[in-house]
């Protein structure tokens, strides 16, 4: 006990020329960035997905003294599994670590990113963020028509013969549409009961309002129980935690030249295949403008 007691006391009297980190005056709240949609990407426009955050989430937790970890989200949201295995790493990394979550929404947190604002104790807006859109969409286009025009023969061969449902190259049928919706009210039902699970103890809106699949500023998401409170994370930490809170950023580690997405590189092979690759692009891009264009963004 002697020993630990000195111990304390020469702590306390290094501190001045301690690290920062080191300092126990010194507040550590870690941060980490979720930008960007979720699980519609490319190799030129990485998205976000349970593989490309979960080093930088494990790492965040891991830090030392940390007082709580912060969220810096900016998403208008993709696929809803992807969304959901981010929550809930989140979730099960904060009970164990027994550290809060706190989340700062920039931008947008919308569908998907708003289900990751979820999986914080507390969320913060920025006073022109856009919040919610509790819904879920399916979107495509058909092309049975123009294939038509063109005079071209498609041939598909399946064992299933709902294998081709919603294939948009072949007429829409009244059935795949009603089994699609069926399974869309499905998804929007879990999705429902997790914002519900995680802020029922202060949505004031109906609940008609709120999983319409709308979305709202800041000011009228605090008003239905989306968000906490309006600021920014430089003012709401130094406000909770002293002016000397530290918040370093928390990245996974680069691999070779840097790389920090796996599987993202150079593009090689054949003038077809990297053809092809450019295709692929373009359309990852289209979906990527489509979800932040419903927000003005």
């Known amino acids: 006990m002697a020993n630990a007691s000195l111990f304390t006391q020469l702590r306390r009297h290094m501190a001045p020329v301690l690290p920062a980190s080191l300092r126990e005056d010194v507040a550590i709240v870690p941060v980490v960035r ?4 979720i699980g519609i990407g490319s190799p030129l426009r990485p998205a976000l997905t349970l593989a490309s955050v979960a080093k930088s989430l494990d790492k965040a937790f891991a830090v030392k003294r940390a007082k709580a970890v912060a969220l810096v989200i900016n998403s208008p949201g993709g696929s809803p599994a992807q969304s959901h295995l981010i929550y809930k ?14 989340a700062f929404v920039e931008d947008v947190a919308a569908s998907g990113g708003y289900m ?3 999986a914080a104790d507390e969320i913060v807006a920025d006073p022109f963020s856009i919040l919610g859109s509790i819904g879920v969409v399916s979107a495509g286009f058909g092309f049975d028509k123009a294939l038509g025009k063109l005079g071209i023969d498609r041939r598909v061969y399946t064992a299933g013969e709902r294998k081709v449902m919603l294939d948009p190259f072949q007429p829409e049928k009244e059935e795949d549409v009603e089994r699609l919706k069926s399974l869309q009210k499905d998804i929007h039902g879990v999705f429902a009961g997790l914002v519900r699970s995680r802020r029922g103890d202060v949505l ?14 800041a000011e009228q998401s605090q008003e239905f129980g989306l968000v906490d409170s309006i600021g920014d994370l430089r003012s709401f930490l130094r406000s909770r935690y002293g002016e000397k809170v530290m918040t370093p950023l928390i990245q996974s580690g680069g691999g070779l030249f840097g790389r920090r997405t796996p599987g ?11 053809g ?4 692929d692009e373009l359309v990852h891009v289209a979906e990527s403008r489509a979800l932040w264009g419903r927000f003005g963004l």
Do not use: M, N, Y
Request: net charge negative; hydrophobic share 50%; proline share 2%.
């Open 89 to 102: 790493r989140i979730r099960d990394l904060a009970a164990e670590k027994q550290l809060p979550v706190l």
């Open 276 to 279: 092809a690759g450019l295709a």
């Open 116 to 118: 990751l604002a979820c």
């Open 204 to 217: 004031t809106a109906d609940e008609a309002t709120l999983f319409s699949g709308e979305f709202w500023g």
């Open 264 to 274: 993202v590189g150079a593009w090689s092979g054949s003038a077809a295949a990297i």
């Open 34 to 37: 979720l930008t960007g949609t």
